[in-house]
T-cell receptor
């Protein structure tokens, strides 16, 4: 059974720092992995999707990598800003199940 | 504007009452999903539907029911059998036609359900 873990659960950094959020999964048979952002009381916004055949994806200050064999993904945020403060969730779309399994998220606070 | 609309934003349920949460999408997506989110937990899948008139149970389907009579609509009913319904409910949709590896999920803004 696929399990997704995100570490750390919470993170507080000063503005301008580069930071890394981690996501690990137990079953490497996945179609893709998706990173989402969730603001308090809101829905999820898709940030990046990495297909199982890809190693990384970039969008602006965000870079996500995928190492399927080790069951890990990282989300790198460059030059963090207070507006980046939110909860970041990763989800894996597991082969043969047609559904996403979500991690519990990392709550990020960027201090001005 | 294309997107997913969930209504209402806030909903209150009385003891023994069934309530229905609405989810409508105009993205022409084939698949639709319902998730439940509790504080400090990840999203858990309640039901999903890949095509009209077909749906499958997710991991926590007990006490919930759905229908998929139209491609655009996937309402969720929280029945009186669901003893702990207080949570944030999220609807999502995705398209399978481009290949499952490119299956991006798009989410609505959510409905917060509380028990009176």
């Amino acid at each position: 059974k696929q399990e997704v873990t995100q570490i750390p659960a919470a993170l507080s950094v000063p503005e301008g720092e580069n930071l890394v959020l981690n996501c690990s999964f137990t079953d490497s048979a996945i179609y893709n992995l998706q990173w989402f952002r969730q603001d308090p009381g809101k829905g999820l916004t898709s940030l990046l999707l990495i297909q199982s055949s890809q190693r990384e994806q970039t969008s602006g200050r965000l870079n996500a990598s995928l190492d399927k064999s080790s069951g890990r993904s990282t989300l790198y945020i460059a030059a963090s800003q207070p507006g980046d403060s939110a909860t970041y969730l990763c989800a894996v779309f597991t082969s043969g199940t047609y559904k996403y399994i979500f991690g519990t998220g990392t709550r990020l606070k960027v201090l001005a | 504007d294309g997107g997913i609309t969930q209504s209402p934003k806030y909903l209150f349920r009385k003891e023994g009452q069934n309530v229905t949460l609405s989810c409508e999408q105009n993205l022409n997506h084939d698949a639709m999903y319902w998730y439940r989110q509790d504080p400090g937990q990840g999203l858990r899948l309640i039901y999903y539907s890949q095509i009209v008139n077909d749906f499958q149970k997710g991991d926590i389907a007990e006490g919930y029911s759905v229908s998929r009579e139209k491609k655009e609509s996937f309402p969720l009913t929280v029945t009186s059998a669901q003893k702990n319904p207080t949570a944030f409910y999220l609807c999502a949709s995705s398209i399978f036609g481009v290949g499952v590896a490119k299956n991006i999920q798009y989410f609505g803004a959510g409905t917060r359900l509380s028990v009176l």
